[in-house]
């Protein structure tokens, strides 16, 4: 069995902040991280936080079927899919605070 100390959290956590960075620039455009999700929230209606749980359920599917499958998907590593799943879930805590 494997440690907390012996897993590389910091890279992962790393790694998740960069992409967070880089996803929010593209998505959102500037200062307001969420302005992505208030768009949607105006043309579909579904809350900016439903929206969040959405994606997060999203992520697990994919990782349910990679698993089982043994396969990835094109260009994106069961431990991308596991990135972006945390990064919602950040956004999600932010977003209740």
Do not use: C, P, W
Not at 24 to 39: L, T
Not at 42 to 55: A, F, H, P, T
Not at 63 to 75: A, G, H
């Amino acid at each position: 069995m494997t440690s907390i100390d012996q897993l590389d959290k910091d890279d992962f956590f790393a790694k998740a902040h960069d992409l967070l960075l880089l996803k929010s620039n593209d998505y959102s455009g500037g200062d307001n991280i969420f302005a992505n999700f208030e768009r949607a929230e105006m043309i579909s209606g579904v809350s900016v936080e439903r929206q969040l749980v959405l994606r997060m359920a999203d992520k697990l599917g994919r990782i349910s079927r990679l698993i089982d499958s043994e396969n990835e998907v094109k260009d994106e590593t069961i431990e991308d899919t596991l990135t972006d799943m945390a990064n919602y879930a950040f956004l999600l805590a932010v977003r209740l605070r």
